[in-house]
Nanobody, 123 residues
Framework: QVQLVESGGGLVQAGGSLRLSCAASGRTSSRYIMGWFRQAPGKEREFVAAVTWSGGSTYHADSVKGRFTISRDNAQNTVYLQMNRLQPEDTAVYYC????????????????WGRGTQVTVSS
C-alpha cells in the first residue's frame, strides 16, 4: 500500500502562486509515476501533470504549460506542483496519484490516490 497526503492548497487571488506538496509513504516504488489531477464542481477529474519517480521525465497538460511545474524530491518522497499565474478556472480539488499508467493522463490507470487539497482562485 502507498499512502499519499496532499497539502498546500488555499485561497489565492488571480495571478498569484501556490505550491502543492504530496508526501508518499508505505511501499513506494521507483516504478511509480506520480501525477496531479484536479476536479472542479460538476466536472470530470482532469490531468494536470505527472513525473516519473526515478527518471525525472515530466508531463504537463496544455492548459497549465508554462504556468505549472511538477517536480519531485526522492530523498523526501515528496512530489510538488508549483502553480504560478493562477486563474479562476484553476479552482478545483487537486489530487495526487501514484501508479504505473501506460497513459500518464488517464486517471483510471493510477492505483493510489490522496484525499485532495482545495485550491480556490478569486478574480
Amino acid at each position: 500500500q502507498v499512502q499519499l497526503v496532499e497539502s498546500g492548497g488555499g485561497l489565492v487571488q488571480a495571478g498569484g502562486s501556490l505550491r502543492l506538496s504530496c508526501a508518499a509513504s508505505g511501499r513506494t516504488s521507483s516504478r511509480y509515476i506520480m501525477g496531479w489531477f484536479r476536479q472542479a464542481p460538476g466536472k470530470e477529474r482532469e490531468f494536470v501533470a505527472a513525473v516519473t519517480w526515478s527518471g525525472g521525465s515530466t508531463y504537463h497538460a496544455d492548459s497549465v504549460k508554462g504556468r505549472f511545474t511538477i517536480s519531485r524530491d526522492n530523498a523526501q518522497n515528496t512530489v510538488y506542483l508549483q502553480m504560478n499565474r493562477l486563474q479562476p478556472e484553476d479552482t478545483a480539488v487537486y489530487y495526487c496519484a501514484a501508479g504505473t499508467p501506460l497513459r500518464v493522463n488517464d486517471n483510471r490507470q493510477y492505483t493510489y490516490w490522496g484525499r485532495g487539497t482545495q485550491v480556490t482562485v478569486s478574480s
